[in-house]
């Protein structure tokens, strides 16, 4: 098919006796608009040349939707209704710290959290499933943070 509209393409200017380097002024103006008009009214023609496939993206792109597949997996045992989930561990110096600043947050928005303390065996289960050992993390349905939030940064995601 290809070699077919090469040809084609090829012949074109031989059957209409066109020069394509040898345009005049006016000629090359009017080409150019037609040119430019076929880009505005269709402009997936010059994508792959203005923005090329970026696949280091694609492949992230691939890894995020596995994890928000594994979460959504796993959204009963670890949400358990509740927006947000904390999962603490027991030699953690932020954890105390990850817990009662949730605890005030979701006081304030009127809402709840499930809170997973990695010493229990099915938490600490549930934490190796999703791929994360060290505490404090949290998981939404839609993202797993790492490490201790700031106060801040929670309240973006829980606010009504």
């Known amino acids: 098919m290809r070699l077919a509209l090469a040809c084609c393409v090829a012949a074109f200017p031989v059957a209409a006796q066109t020069d394509f380097g040898a345009l005049t002024h006016a000629e090359r103006r009017a080409l150019g608009e037609e040119v430019r008009a076929l880009l505005l009214a269709e402009p997936e023609l010059a994508a792959p040349a203005v923005a090329p496939r ?20 796993l959204t009963d045992q670890v949400l358990a209704g ?58 939404m349905a839609d993202r797993i943070l790492r490490g201790h939030m700031p106060d801040i940064v929670l309240r973006r995601y829980l606010a009504p």
């Open 54 to 73: 970026n696949y280091a993206a694609e492949a992230y792109q691939e890894k995020a939707q596995a994890d928000l597949a594994l979460i959504s997996s």
């Open 82 to 139: 509740a927006p947000i989930a904390l999962f603490t561990g027991d030699d953690c110096a932020d954890c105390g710290r990850a817990l009662s600043e949730l605890e005030a947050i979701t006081d304030t928005y009127r809402t709840t959290f499930t809170h997973h303390m990695m010493s229990d065996p099915a938490s600490a289960a549930l934490a190796a499933e999703l791929g994360m050992t060290d505490p404090p993390f949290y998981v």
